[in-house]
């Protein structure tokens, strides 16, 4: 609660006792005084010894008026010797600002200072009407995420300002996750890699676009940086198109012992869980057969060298990307 400002005159009155009454000097100690707002002032005249009339502008003739608003109040004393008039300008402040504060930003479970703000006689509190106040800056917790309010008051002249607002918000690192890799439809000029988007963090993708969301328009990886205060995250994804295979196969190899080209194999560019190749010669002869994608054709027929020429390949697998089982038919050329 605000409190008033006492008259120093006065004060020593109640300590000392009665006073005469003295023609020559003032009644009040000043031609102002300041009182904190919102309070209802007793505006108190010395104890003066003897038989004594007061009156007031306003017609009161007791020792004292109470008052509520800022004014000039004047008063007439005699003991019927003689009579001291005098009056004084009662300021009811309104004008006690609000000490300035400091917001802060913290990062989840990192240690934190004490709330910092300037002012005279600083008094904190925990919600806006709470009378649980501390002459302590409390220090704010940072084990949950989110914002906390907390309020700060000044006191000047025994007048306490109004309660300033102290934002705290504690936040995490970046955390995205662009999901996994995805088609583009036919037809489609593109597909959209959004993610929610994190206060306080900055963005940029793989081009130097800094939005949450970025179109992918052609097959490719997209690689997407997020920063804060915190901490930082890459993360990536991959699109293909709707006729994009996870398994591709050369259209010839050259078995002829240069270490280059030498056998035949899948080109595969993600998980395959069930895969069978079958190779035939012209004559429609087996001549190589594997259930296991790694493994590679070397050219060779019962270990003996198969002739130049060209072969038809059979090939049924599981399409990661495309999400169902595929059969691929091909030729390829054996030179030497």
């Known amino acids: 609660m605000k409190q008033s400002i006492l008259l120093p005159a006065l004060l020593l009155t109640v300590l000392f006792g009665k006073a005469q009454l003295n023609c020559t000097e003032r009644l009040f100690p000043g031609d102002s005084i300041i009182i904190c707002a919102d309070t209802l002032h ?3 005249l010395p104890d003066i010894h003897g038989p004594v ?4 502008e ?7 008026i109470d008052i509520h608003q800022t004014d000039t109040y004047k008063v007439s004393v005699s003991d019927g010797s003689c009579t001291v008039e005098d009056s004084v300008y009662v300021i009811f402040n309104s004008l006690i600002q609000l000490p300035p504060v400091e917001n802060e930003l913290l990062c989840l479970n990192t240690s934190a200072r004490r709330l910092q703000a300037w002012g005279e006689s600083l008094r904190w509190y925990s919600t806006p ?4 106040g501390s002459t302590t800056a409390p220090i704010p917790s940072t084990a949950d995420t989110g914002t906390t309010y907390y309020y700060v008051s000044q006191t000047i002249l025994g007048c306490e300002s109004p309660r300033a607002r102290l934002t705290v918000e504690v936040i995490d690192k970046p955390n995205f996750n662009l999901g996994k890799d995805i088609i583009i439809p036919c037809g489609a000029p593109g ?6 988007e994190q206060k306080y963090t900055t963005y940029a993708w793989q081009d130097g676009s800094t939005r949450p969301d970025f179109t992918a328009t052609e097959a490719g990886k997209y ?3 997020g920063d804060n205060i915190c901490g930082s995250l890459v993360d990536t994804v991959t699109t293909v198109t709707c006729d994009t295979r996870c398994v591709n196969f050369p259209t010839a190899f050259t078995p002829n012992g240069d270490g280059i080209n030498e056998t035949f194999r899948a080109g595969a560019f993600c998980p395959i869980s069930t895969y069978h190749l079958a190779v035939f010669n012209r004559f429609g002869q087996k001549v190589f057969e594997t259930s296991d ?3 590679a054709w070397d050219g060779k027929v019962n270990g003996k060298r198969a002739d130049i020429g060209s072969y038809t390949y059979f090939c049924v697998y599981y399409d990661f990307m495309l999400k169902r089982e595929l059969t ?3 030729q390829v050329t054996l030179l030497r």
């Open 328 to 330: 691929l038919r091909g």
């Open 223 to 225: 690689v997407l940086r």
């Open 42 to 44: 007793r505006l108190q």
């Open 129 to 132: 009407l709470s009378t649980d």
């Open 191 to 196: 597909v959209v890699l959004q993610i929610v």
């Open 53 to 56: 009339s007061y009156v007031w």
């Open 293 to 295: 994608p790694a493994k």
């Open 58 to 64: 306003g017609g009161q003739t007791t020792g004292y």
